[in-house]
């Protein structure tokens, strides 16, 4: 691996935006392609952060300053990632569900999912059972992500793949739950396929389930 390379995966994991941003441009300037620097960057920087948030190593104020890195490193290539070059691992639509404003978890599953190379669309919070399923149809998801903090709103998981499966769409997405509340007990009662108790397990989840 080149040592630019190697300094952007260092940076990311210290949470060094600029720098990440930096030696970005400056891989890119040497020569080496956006499709490189991304899987042999940014993509292994972001998954050795998020072994180490499973593990207990890394916290969630820590991974949010090497995913707000990942981001700036991704920002420069994002105009030169096109379809041909870079293939996405797949499209998951996230949203925080209808009566619940928490967005903590949601936003590192997001920033995780993206530095792990899928396309994420990021519905926000308060996203009611509709929305959802206008963007999985628009979109052409092939999953999607719920998240719950509040007891009072976990019921809204259960309307929302009901409203999937209204509008025959069900089939034709994955569909995993997570938030503090939430057991894998409660993912299998309403039907959804997984259940995810942190941001680093949806990112391994995702993986295998879109393998």
Same mark, same amino acid.
Do not use: W
């Given at each position: ?15 060094? !935006? ?11 300037? $040497?020569?080496?392609?956006?499709? $490189? ?17 499973? @593990?207990?190593?890394? !916290? ?27 293939? @996405? ?8 569900? +209808? ?16 530095? +792990? ?14 929305? !959802? ?7 052409? +998801?092939?999953?999607?992500?719920? @998240? +719950? ?36 007990? !409660? ?6 396929? @997984?259940?995810?108790? $942190? ?13």
């Amino acid at each position: 691996m080149s040592n630019i390379l190697e300094q952007i995966q260092i940076n990311l994991y210290d949470g060094n !935006f600029d720098e990440v941003e930096a030696a970005t441009k400056a891989a890119l300037e $040497n020569g080496i392609a956006a499709y $490189n620097i991304l899987n042999d960057g940014l993509v292994p920087g972001m998954n050795i952060v998020g072994r180490d948030f499973k @593990s207990g190593v890394l !916290f969630i104020p820590e991974v949010l300053m090497c995913a707000k890195a990942m981001h700036a490193g991704l920002e420069v290539l994002r105009p030169l990632l096109t379809r041909s070059e870079a293939k @996405s691992q797949g499209k998951v639509v996230l949203g925080t569900v +209808a009566g619940d404003l928490h967005d903590i978890g949601k936003n590192l599953v997001s920033m995780m999912l993206q530095g +792990a190379g899928f396309e994420v669309v990021d519905l926000g919070t308060d996203v009611k059972p509709e929305q !959802f399923v206008a963007v999985v149809r628009d979109e052409g +998801a092939d999953m999607v992500g719920m @998240s +719950a903090l509040l007891t009072t709103t976990m019921s809204s998981m259960k309307s929302t793949i009901a409203a999937l499966e209204e509008a025959g769409l069900r089939d034709q997405v994955i569909v995993i739950v997570g938030g503090a509340p939430l057991t894998a007990e !409660f993912a299998q009662a309403i039907g959804a396929d @997984s259940y995810a108790p $942190n941001a680093g397990a949806a990112v391994d989840t995702v993986r295998e389930l879109l393998a």
